[in-house]
């Protein structure tokens, strides 16, 4: 468990540790003259940058293409497959029949005529149980153009990674990691700035910057026995005005929430050996072992000694992805009363 005395001032962090985010590049290839590939759903999330060139991107179930140019990064989910392309209107072959036999940090295809396409791809590995704190947040595609404003850091980004692939430097596989993940966090800052109004949720709550004080007391220090009135005044607003804000951006109210991430702290913390209970509880707040079961079972749909168990056998825990029954997705995935925060529950 982290030390309480510990005072968090990024939230926006805090989700990405708690996620495990793990970001890799995967390899890459150069693309020469007419050429067209089609990509499975990866079931991860991943990230692409056209470090040369341009080509066109249609996800599956979009109708229409986006054509992706010198310096463009792109993030995709996971949930659907995907076809990269000189042009849209060449039948694709399978990427991996084509791209897995040939050798090298990239694979060369086309017919060696024409323009050049030089395209980077990653993935980013996320916890089973946390994960979806981002895939369920994110759009089918993430497009920043190279054009936009955000996109600076991610242009110098994508060159190293370009040189480190191409070079024979010692270290290059662990520099390319390395950038691989702020890549990753470049990415969601750029959404985050860009991407206008998105669904109401944690990732819109962080960057709201009205309420964005009050997150940082919550997980600051989650254990606390915040008040509504401690938080609205930090966030310069009355308790009427800040609960009707923080609900329409984070999709629920700002004890729920307080209690979602506490649940969130807590399967992490069940999760790793030597952890009593009675610990967890008391360091998320709770006066008793019995009221934090009972807070996490209602939260979750387990009880706190089903949910470790399940992990140690490497199982999925029942409910690890919550079904969310009613109304936008909320951190836990389903709606916990405000009144369920208080620490006698």
């Excluded at 996320?126 to 190279?146: E, F, I, K, M, Q």
């Excluded at 800052?189 to 949720?201: D, E, F, N, V, Y």
């Excluded at 209690?259 to 913390?269: F, K, T």
């Excluded at 706190?304 to 936008?328: C, I, K, M, S, W």
Aim: glycine content about 8%; aromatic content about 6%.
């Amino acid at each position: 468990m982290r030390d309480r005395s510990e005072v968090s001032n990024d939230p926006f962090s805090d989700v990405l540790q708690l996620t495990e985010a793990n970001s890799v590049v995967s390899g890459g290839f150069i693309a020469r003259g007419a050429w067209s590939l089609r990509f499975p759903a990866p079931e991860k999330l991943k990230f692409s940058a056209v470090a040369r060139g341009s080509c066109w991107l249609r996800v599956d179930g979009q109708k229409k293409g986006v054509l992706l140019n010198e310096g463009d990064v792109i993030l995709l989910p996971g949930r659907h497959g995907f076809v990269t392309a000189s042009s849209l209107t060449i039948p694709p072959k399978d990427a991996y029949r084509v791209l897995a036999p040939r050798r090298g940090a990239f694979a060369e295809i086309g017919d060696g005529d024409g323009s050049e396409c030089a395209l980077i791809s990653g993935m980013v590995s996320l916890h089973p149980s946390s994960g979806s704190l981002l895939t369920d947040v994110l759009p089918a595609l993430v497009h920043v153009r190279a054009v936009s404003p955000q996109a600076a850091p991610l242009r110098w980004i994508v060159e190293q990674i370009f040189q480190e692939q191409s070079s024979t430097l010692p270290g290059a596989g662990v520099a390319s990691a390395q950038l691989a993940q702020l890549l990753f966090v470049q990415i969601l800052r750029a959404h985050l700035a860009s991407s206008g109004t998105m669904p109401s949720g944690w990732l819109r709550a962080i960057s709201d910057e009205r309420i964005t004080p009050a997150l940082r007391l919550m997980h600051g220090d989650p254990g606390r026995a915040w008040t509504l009135k401690e938080l609205a005044k930090a966030s310069a607003m009355s308790r009427t005005t800040f609960a009707v804000r923080f609900k329409s951006v984070a999709g629920v109210a700002p004890l729920a929430y307080l209690v979602e991430w506490r649940m969130r702290l807590a399967q992490r913390s069940l999760r790793e050996e030597g952890t009593l209970i009675s610990e967890i509880a008391t360091s998320l707040g709770y006066t008793s072992e019995s009221a934090f079961s009972n807070a996490f079972k209602r939260v979750t749909g387990t009880a706190p000694r089903n949910y470790r168990n399940a992990a140690r056998n490497l199982q999925p825990a029942p409910h690890d992805v919550f079904e969310l029954e009613t109304g936008p997705r909320t951190m836990a995935g389903r709606r916990v009363p405000p009144q369920a925060s208080s620490h006698s529950e």
